[in-house]
């Protein structure tokens, strides 16, 4: 018999000492190549308070648009200053904050580039499942062709989307779990 | 030439609302998941090193300067897929409450002792042939706030990553003869038996070493890759 997959269980609300280091919320170094932005949000149940005990990570590319992985044998440079992987315990208010870059495009399906984004998983007391889902940014050409984004009805894309004056180094994403302005959880 | 990963088997996996877990009432997310067709995001991921793993963390039981309380277990299983493939090198990370089921964590207010020779945090990396094995003590059970008299079971989290983005896992390892297993929402909520059955590892006299400790297995299966190759 063809083995079948272990199920998934919630991360409970005790797992804050084993999984949570210090700096695992910065991506960057000092020879990171890239823009600098930060990434901050907050976690927001369906009552509108605040989760305070979930876990966020996230998983990107290079300033290139490349993966730092076996998989991805793109022409594009790795950057060894740079993997692409943290990961942020929410506080007291449900924040969480991220040190990173903007990442590069990357292909999808067909060939068609992707908008630029990065690759989220949230964990929770309550969530039996992770949750997965996209951060994209505000003004990027390739957000209307990328084969994800039109798909979702416009009222409900904006979820997608960090928000950020012009110029700005700090890029705001709310994620809300639950109700009204429910963000897009993908099933990946 | 790459391909996608299988999806989450929805016989396997609980869903997000589950009735009897309260915590799931407001965290549940509403509108059905959109899915997306895999590709270099999802089929690439964190890669560890073993330079990760520190002396101590895949031997739970000295802690501290002292030898933690509590009857100690080894636990040790495989990592494969769903094609059987074994693999190889992968992070596990492990948590778990102390002998007397409270958690090194300042949250855990329950009035059981802590350990201070107990950490209860571990890591291990899986070798060439997707096997992992760890040293620890039996967690004990501990009541929660879940409804009235609720205990959660015995039992250990497990975090793996797998190859990619889109084999990503957070479980919980659970103990054979557990008479609380059948009251836990958590562990209930897996709604096809044969999956639940996959989270309770087996004793095993053949990991048990003689005057030291009882053993236990506790098998993996991430997801597979799908047949059919990503488009490009």
Redesign the interface.
């Known amino acids: 018999m063809a083995p079948r997959q272990t199920p998934s269980q919630t991360v409970g609300p005790f797992f804050g000492p084993s999984l949570i280091e210090a700096g695992s919320e910065n991506l960057v170094r000092p020879k990171t190549r890239g823009d600098r932005i930060v990434i901050e949000g907050r976690i927001i149940d369906g009552d509108g308070a605040p989760v305070i005990d979930a876990m966020i990570e996230i998983w990107q590319a290079n300033a290139e648009g490349r993966y730092d992985h076996l998989e991805d044998d793109q022409e594009k440079l790795l950057d060894p200053a740079f993997h692409g992987y943290g990961r942020a315990a929410t506080d007291a208010h449900g924040a969480f904050r991220f040190e990173t870059i903007k990442p590069g495009a990357v292909p999808g399906t067909d060939g068609v580039l992707q908008a630029p984004h990065i690759n989220v998983s949230i964990f929770a007391r309550g969530l039996l499942k992770r949750l997965c889902t996209r951060i994209y940014f505000p003004d990027d050409p390739l957000n209307e062709t990328d084969l994800v984004l039109i798909t979702i009805a416009p009222e409900r894309r904006a979820t997608l989307i960090a928000s950020g004056v012009c110029n700005s180094k700090v890029m705001r994403f709310d994620v809300i779990l639950q109700g009204a302005n429910e963000t897009v959880f993908f099933d990946v | 030439m790459?391909s996608s990963y299988r999806?989450?088997?929805i016989?396997?996996?609980?869903?997000?609302a589950?009735e009897a877990?309260?915590?799931?009432?407001?965290?549940?997310?509403?509108?059905p998941?959109?899915?997306?067709?895999?590709?270099?995001?999802?089929?690439?991921?964190?890669?560890f090193g073993r330079e990760l793993i520190r002396a101590g963390d895949i031997d739970l039981t000295h802690f501290n300067g002292g030898e933690a309380i509590g009857e100690r277990i080894i636990v040790r299983g495989r990592v494969?897929?769903?094609?059987?493939k074994p693999i190889p090198e992968t992070l596990l990370?492990?948590?778990q409450?102390n002998a007397a089921g409270r958690?090194?964590?300042?949250?855990?207010q329950h009035p059981a002792p802590l350990d201070p020779h107990f950490?209860?945090?571990?890591r291990v990396m899986t070798d060439t042939r997707g096997e992992y094995r760890f040293v620890t003590i039996k967690p004990g059970a501990y009541p929660w706030r879940n409804h009235h008299n609720a205990w959660r079971p015995n039992h250990i989290?497990f975090?793996l990553f797998g190859?990619?983005?889109?084999t990503?896992?957070?479980?919980?390892m659970y103990f054979p003869g557990d008479p609380i297993l059948a009251l836990d929402p958590?562990?209930n909520?897996?709604p096809d038996e044969?999956?639940?059955k996959?989270?309770v590892a087996s004793f095993d006299i053949e990991t048990t070493i003689p005057d030291h400790a009882l053993g236990y297995r506790f098998?993996?299966?991430?997801?597979g890759r799908d047949s059919t190759p990503?488009?490009?």
């Open positions: 790459m999806r989450g088997d016989e396997a996996h609980p869903p997000y589950h877990y309260a915590s799931t009432h407001k965290r549940a997310p509403r509108h998941l959109i899915r997306i067709a895999h590709t270099l995001s999802e089929i690439t991921g964190p890669r494969i897929d769903e094609d059987g990370e492990i948590w409450a958690y090194a964590h300042p949250d855990d950490s209860g945090n571990g989290h975090s190859p990619g983005f889109a990503r896992l957070i479980t919980q958590i562990f909520s897996i044969a999956a639940r996959r989270l098998e993996i299966v991430l997801r990503m488009e490009r």
